[in-house]
């Protein structure tokens, strides 16, 4: 025998001694063997199996088991078997064309089956992690985008819509959504069995994340998709941007319309998630709070497994808009609906608004039209992160309180006094700022402890051009008491002295109370808006005049002293008696550079704001 010979014959002696050393001798070498030679079955293609045959849930939960069953068997090359109830009903809305599976009689050759029960877990190696078993049977829920993200592409391919569903939805949008409109966002709002065993998503998250929206886009409209799309359309459905699907539509026509906006909110449940995945614009924003059940099942569910890495937390994409308004307290509220019928041109009354709007850097909200909310957006050009628009109604006599006076309004208008001077509009105007104010304290999408409505035409003179207004210390030491600040324009008259007015006397038709400032705290202003519009009922029994907001507010303040702090304005040397709480609510450095009176510049705020219950006890102020 040569050398060679003999090398080549001892090396393979040796390996045969090694492989029997390892065999008999270290029973944990076994186990490596074992999973040596399991990844070299895994990698003959036809060896594993991945099967599909429990039906958990409900769409959004089925469309989770078959794409990590499909995106399994793509990513190992694994036979797949898919039950054929799944497959005829997932067939009703899609367009699939599954090839080469497992029949049910192919699958019952296999013995040894392996279920693997899992719920939102990523095990990166699921196949590998096996030890004798080739054939996987998928149970649960599998909500892991991980599993078949890879395979995106060729899932949507599975998941394509059938065309009368696409033309069901095609009609819908394009029967209700104006051609102006330039951006969509569809929201899915689960309840149902959620209100009993999870957590459903607040009412303040899909505000906050409509608002979101609403300051990022000009033209927004909210396509909302539910379970219980009564509640939503009296939640939601008072806003004008705002459209619900019909009774008539399935979950499947729900889920295409979904797909078919720009944007997308996610709240609880597995639905909306696939309206997003599956969406026809993938460079769109995708929203969410939180991972959205939050039950025991949850707790080893991962926020990277289940969103993919373009869905974004409204937390951390509003953190910017948040961060920059730590440092206010105060929303101001207003309100801009061009009447038919007024004193002053809409140009005058945009030369007053950009007064405000486009120097003041508190959060503001605005309520006014589609049409008007791009002059006004260039007005708050550079401070757009603290300013949200509501746009849902075109006049205040759209507004749910006053709908249904509008009749009261036109009929009182025939004996009104000053009717040469105003219009049913403006009543709507006046008797909408109580439901416009606790509307906002609703949303508060700036997360303020206090709120100040004023009118939009307050800021009158380039003088009253200020930055930080109101300025946060003097808010603060008026609103802190929880009582409600209005603004006193004239003294009262002394027959009110002492305080002794019950609002069932009926309105007072005085200059007394001015309409055009309405601040407080949360608590105060839901008091002070349901005692307004309880009084107008009251007063509409009685056959009262209803239309002028100042003989009401009146009426309210001389009947609840102890819940007002009043400002006199009459008192101040701050320029026009109806607007002096511009000046009075800015600070010194401000109102000295813009060239206020100096006995303006020096007022004391104890001075003129004071509990009402004590206007009597001066006689300054009354006449």
């Known amino acids: 025998m040569s050398g060679n010979q003999t090398i080549k014959v001892t090396s393979l002696i040796v390996i045969m001694i090694m492989l029997f050393y390892l065999l008999n001798i270290h029973p944990k070498s076994v186990s490596i063997l074992q999973l040596w030679k399991n990844r070299t079955l ?310 007053w608004l950009e007064n405000l709007l486009g120097f003041c850097q508190s959060p503001i909200i605005i309520y006014t039209s589609i049409e008007y909310q791009p002059i006004l957006q260039q007005f708050r050009r550079n401070n757009s992160l603290r300013t949200h628009f509501i746009v849902e109604y075109n006049s205040s006599l759209e507004m749910p309180p006053i709908k249904k006076l509008v009749p009261i309004f036109e009929q009182q208008y ?30 508060n999408p700036f997360q303020t402890k206090y709120f100040l409505y004023i009118d939009a035409g307050a800021f009158r003179s380039s003088n009253y051009r200020f930055e930080r207004w109101p300025y946060e210390p003097s808010i603060h030491s008026i609103l802190a008491n929880n009582r409600l600040l209005l603004g006193m324009i004239s003294p009262l008259s002394r027959q009110f002295c002492p305080l002794s007015y019950t609002v069932n006397k009926g309105p007072i038709r005085h200059d007394l109370i001015e309409g055009g400032l309405i601040g407080g705290t949360s608590d105060v202003i839901h008091w002070w808006t349901s005692m307004f519009y309880e009084t107008i009922n009251n007063y509409i029994s009685k056959n009262f005049f209803i239309g002028k907001d100042q003989c009401l507010m009146n009426a309210i303040a001389l009947t609840y002293p102890h819940r007002i702090n009043m400002m006199i304005s009459f008192r101040t040397s701050c320029g026009n008696i109806w607007f002096a709480f511009g000046p009075l609510l800015a600070n010194q450095a401000e109102k000295q550079k813009l060239a206020f009176s100096i006995t303006c510049q020096h007022q004391n705020l104890s001075e003129v704001v004071i509990p009402f219950e004590n206007i009597c006890n001066d006689s300054r102020n009354i006449i």
């Open 414 to 443: 025939l004996t009104d006094p000053e009717r040469a001077y105003h219009s049913v509009e403006l009543y709507a105007v006046w008797c909408a700022k109580s439901f416009i104010l606790n509307r906002s304290v609703e949303l």
């Open 42 to 351: 895994f990698n003959d293609t036809r060896q594993c199996r991945i099967i599909l045959r429990e039906r958990s849930g409900r769409l959004g939960n089925r469309l989770f088991m078959f794409a990590s069953a499909y995106g399994l068997s793509l990513k190992h090359s694994c036979h797949l078997y898919i039950d054929s109830d799944i497959i005829e009903e997932l067939q009703t809305s899609f367009e699939m064309n599954l090839t080469n599976l497992l029949s049910k009689s192919q699958l019952n050759n296999f013995t040894s089956i392996t279920k693997i029960e899992n719920h939102c877990s990523y095990i990166p190696d699921v196949l590998h992690s096996l030890n004798n078993s080739y054939s996987i049977e998928l149970s649960g829920f599998w909500q892991v985008h991980k599993y078949f993200l890879d395979y995106m592409e060729q899932i949507k391919q599975q998941l394509r819509f059938k065309q009368s569903i696409l033309d069901r939805v095609k009609n819908f949008l394009e029967k209700n959504i104006n051609k102006n409109i330039s951006t969509t966002v569809g929201i899915h709002i689960r309840r149902g069995d959620f209100l009993l065993v999870r957590r459903v998503s607040s009412d303040n998250y899909i505000f906050n994340a409509m608002s979101h929206f609403q300051i990022k886009y000009r033209s927004v409209i909210f396509i909302i998709v539910s379970d219980d799309k009564e509640y939503c359309r009296k939640t939601f459905g008072q806003k004008k941007n705002v459209l619900v699907t019909p009774d008539s539509f399935t979950a499947a026509d729900d889920l295409a319309t979904l797909t078919r906006c720009k944007h997308t909110i996610l709240t609880a449940g597995t639905f909306g998630w696939w309206g997003a995945f599956l969406s026809h614009n993938r460079l769109g924003d995708v929203l969410t709070d939180s991972k959205p059940d939050h039950t025991p099942l949850d707790a080893n569910c991962r926020q990277d497994d289940y969103f993919p890495p373009w869905f974004k937390f409204l937390n951390n994409t509003n953190s910017n808009i948040l961060s920059n308004n730590e440092q206010y307290t105060t929303t101001v509220v207003i309100a801009y609906f061009p009447l038919s019928k007024s004193k002053y041109n809409k140009g005058q009354y945009q030369l």
